[in-house]
């Protein structure tokens, strides 16, 4: 995969610099308020993290020992991150955003579009440590 940009962080704020080959595909966003950004865990890149299936959810060893793929860890076999963001400015090439639970200086895999379902969830249930 060929990351399309890269988050930035300071105390003030946080953003996205897209690269130049892809700056053409922000056009349009300037109507969405939310996106998914999809990341990849760079500072974890390593074959033992990979090799972790189970955690203790939000790292707290009170919560039961659970499978990566019902957490939000950043151990696991592909080390892709996906958060729902609020735009808070575009300026190509930089998009604003509220937060984002990476690093400054993560690889943006890709970026999609909020738009929220019109189905319903029936009987949604969760884990008591969510």
């Not at 972790?52 to 499978?67: A, F």
Request: hydrophobic fraction near 40%; include cysteine; aromatic fraction near 8%.
């Amino acid at each position: 995969m060929t990351p399309v940009g890269t988050i930035h962080k300071t105390d003030a704020q946080t953003w996205i610099d897209i690269e130049a080959p892809y700056r053409p595909a922000m056009d349009g966003l300037e109507g969405f308020s939310h996106i998914h950004v999809l990341f990849w865990f760079h500072e974890n890149d390593h074959a033992e993290g990979r090799q972790v299936l189970k955690v203790h959810p939000r790292k707290d060893t009170r919560n039961p020992l659970t499978g990566v793929f019902a957490t939000h860890s950043p151990l696991r076999p592909n080390l892709i991150g996906m958060t729902l963001c609020r735009v808070v400015a575009l300026d190509p090439p930089r998009i604003v955003i509220d937060r984002i639970d990476a690093v400054d200086g993560t690889p943006v895999l890709d970026i999609k579009c909020y738009i929220p379902s019109s189905r319903a969830f029936e009987n949604l249930h969760l884990p008591d440590w969510v």
